[in-house]
């Protein structure tokens, strides 16, 4: 059965960056486009960053360029999120996702077939 474990959330001080991880089992995640979205409180899931599976292209939404990064290590079956500049705005439970069926990837969460539960990232002084 297909899994993603996300960690690496926490609390930080705006300005600070964190590092998340999300680990993938029982799929070839080189065979994946990959995620991260984004979860305020009242709010809908939003699309952070996505990578391809095939030639490596990432995507990230506006309010995070030049802050985040995504990158994935198909042989550890991980992908990680680098968020440097945290702001009190990044606040939010982050979730990664994984679907073999985009050719490209989506920053809109109705694409993804298999996500995992979530890590909370605070940011706050």
């Known amino acids: 059965q297909v899994q993603l474990v996300e960690s690496g959330g926490g609390l930080v001080q705006p300005?600070?960056?964190?590092?998340?991880?999300?680990?993938?089992s029982d799929l070839t995640l080189d065979y994946?486009?990959?995620?991260?979205?984004?979860?305020a409180p009242g709010?809908?899931?939003?699309?952070?960053?996505?990578?391809?599976k095939t030639n490596g292209v990432t995507y990230y939404a506006d309010s995070v360029k030049g802050r985040?990064?995504?990158?994935?290590?198909?042989a550890k079956s991980t992908v990680y999120l680098q968020m440097n500049t945290l702001t009190p705005e990044d606040t939010a439970v982050y979730f990664c996702a994984a679907d073999r069926n985009?050719?490209?990837?989506?920053?809109?969460?109705?694409?993804?077939?298999?996500?995992g539960q979530g890590t909370q990232v605070t940011v706050s002084s």
Do not use: M
């Not at 994946?32 to 979860?39: D, E, S, T």
């Not at 985040?68 to 198909?74: G, H, P, Y």
């Open 32 to 39: 994946y486009a990959v995620g991260w979205f984004r979860q």
């Open 68 to 74: 985040f990064t995504i990158s994935r290590d198909n």
């Open 15 to 24: 300005g600070g960056s964190l590092r998340l991880s999300c680990a993938a």
């Open 102 to 115: 985009l050719w490209e990837c989506a920053l809109h969460p109705d694409w993804y077939d298999y996500w």
């Open 43 to 52: 709010k809908e899931r939003e699309g952070v960053s996505c990578a391809t």
